[in-house]
Nanobody, 114 residues
Framework: QVQFVESGGGLVQPGGSLRLSCAASGIIFRIYDMGWYRQAPGKQRELVARISVGGSTNAADSVKGRFIISRDNAKNTVYLQMNSLKPEDTAVYYC????????WGQGTQVTVSS
């Protein structure tokens, strides 16, 4: 059964940092491009960063230079290092295999507030 389990969210002040983790199971992790997505209240889910099977990364303009995606194929885990957080980064964060785009997990809440 395909499963994505996100963790690492929390409440942080503007300018702070968080590191999110996502453990994947039920897939051959190393053959999938992986992505981190977020959904803020009243908004559509959006892709914020993705990493290819070869390790190439892309990030949305809104997070470029602040968020870093990485992966550990031995642990079937993808990470999102979030720095210089802003209130507009507040959202539920999810991970998924980009080409699967299904079996969404519960996500992890990130709240940026003073």
């Amino acid at each position: 059964q395909v499963q994505f389990v996100e963790s690492g969210g929390g409440l942080v002040q503007p300018g702070g940092s968080l590191r999110l983790s996502c453990a994947a199971s039920g897939i051959i992790f190393r053959i999938y491009d992986m992505g981190w997505y977020r959904q803020a209240p009243g908004k559509q889910r959006e892709l914020v960063a993705r990493i290819s099977v070869g390790g190439s990364t892309n990030a949305a303009d809104s997070v470029k230079g602040r968020f870093i995606i990485s992966r550990d194929n031995a642990k079937n885990t993808v990470y999102l290092q979030m720095n210089s957080l802003k209130p507009e980064d507040t959202a539920v964060y999810y991970c998924n295999a980009v080409s699967i785009n299904d079996y969404w997990g519960q996500g992890t809440q990130v709240t940026v507030s003073s």
